[in-house]
């Protein structure tokens, strides 16, 4: 069974920083893409950040360039999410999802969502 668990949300303040964590059981995690996605209440869910198992790219959205930065640690079977300088606008739930292939595309398993909460 493929789970996917995040962990690290919480309330932080604007400028401040949070590390989200992504556990996955239940497939091979060395050839599947990991994503991270976000909604915010009443907006549509988005997403953030992507690592390709099959080179290690990585992909972000233009709202979070430069200040998050998505990683990988194969023998823990974990991709990390680092939130540096968060703003209010990074309130939202943020999801895990496994990609369809190594591939950032078809993301068909999904996390709980954590929680993450920045005031101003």
């Known amino acids: 069974e493929v789970q996917l668990v995040e962990s690290g949300g919480g309330l932080v303040q604007a400028g401040g920083s949070l590390r989200l964590s992504c556990a996955a059981s239940?497939?091979?995690?060395?050839?599947?893409?990991i994503g991270w996605f976000r909604q915010a209440p009443g907006k549509e869910r988005e997403g953030v950040s992507c690592i390709s198992s099959s080179d290690g790219s990585t992909y972000y959205a233009d709202s979070v360039k430069g200040r998050f930065t998505i990683s990988s640690d194969n023998a823990k079977n974990t991709v990390y999410l680092q939130m540096n300088s968060l703003k209010p606008e990074d309130t939202a739930v943020y999801y895990c999802?496994?990609?369809?292939?190594?591939?950032?595309?078809?993301?068909?398993?999904w996390g709980q969502g954590t929680q993450v909460t920045v005031s101003s």
């Open positions: 999802a496994a990609g369809g292939s190594s591939f950032c595309a078809d993301f068909g398993s």
């Open positions: 239940g497939f091979t995690f060395d050839d599947y893409a």
